[in-house]
């Protein structure tokens, strides 16, 4: 990726690199559905189950990212970050499952399979074999992609308690503090590295977005 060439920060260049597969995520039907409140029951289940899934998996990764932070004042933020997913996101997941009355046996996490696969082996392989910017730049992809899809939907809420509150999760507080640290942390970050890692961290924001789009789309069966 060549150096900066003009007044866009180092993130919203990667996204404008990416523009194409960021607008096919941000127009993904599982997403016009949320925002439009014509979500299926069945896909919305089922989607819980996917994405509750994944939360080890991020887990994981922001583990090894807090470990491969270059300093403890990255690592506390990223704690934070951790404390969220392992808190507010774990106990919205157990209150939705009741909800919408799901049977006991499928108020677990789905394994990665078909669809789903892609998005945890990415975390994964970047987690444990890449380094820090690089796994920052999988969270971006995935998060900033959240907080834009729920900041839309939000403005329209859901007649369903359990999706508008998932909506609400991703499209404020602290999460979109996440978020804006993200990319505060990249953008600093970014332009100081070689041109071959910004070119990776272009590719793997791109991938994030990429395996988010199959993900979703698993939701349907």
């Known amino acids: ?26 127009d993904h039907r599982f997403f016009r559905e949320v925002a439009s409140d014509a ?23 922001l583990g090894y990212a807090i470990a491969k932070a270059p300093s403890f004042r990255e690592r506390r933020r990223l ?77 329209t809420p859901s007649a369903r308690p359990a999706i508008r509150d998932w909506v609400a999760l991703h499209a404020g507080g602290a999460f979109a503090e996440g978020v804006a640290w993200l990319r505060s942390e990249l953008d600093t970050r970014g332009p100081r590295l070689t041109a071959a890692r910004q070119a990776r961290l272009g590719d793997l924001f791109e991938r994030a977005l990429t ?4 993900f979703h789309t698993a939701a349907y069966g």
């Open 39 to 61: 979500l299926a029951e069945d896909v919305f289940a089922r989607y819980l189950r996917i994405e509750y899934g994944f939360i080890d998996t991020a887990a994981a990764a």
């Open 1 to 26: 990726m060549p150096s900066q060439v003009s007044d866009a920060s180092f993130c919203e260049t990667l996204r404008a690199r990416a523009r194409s597969t960021w607008d096919a995520a941000v």
């Open 211 to 214: 395996t988010e789009i199959a």
């Open 79 to 155: 704690a934070l970050n951790l404390d969220g997913l392992v808190t507010d996101q774990e106990r919205f997941f157990v209150e939705a499952f009741e909800r919408i009355s799901a049977p006991q046996d499928q108020r677990t996490g789905l394994p990665p399979r078909g669809e789903s696969a892609a998005l945890h082996e990415l975390f994964r392989s970047v987690a444990t074999a890449e380094a820090y910017e690089e796994i920052l730049a999988c969270f971006l992809g995935a998060e900033w992609l959240y907080l834009t899809w729920c900041s839309r939907a939000n403005r």
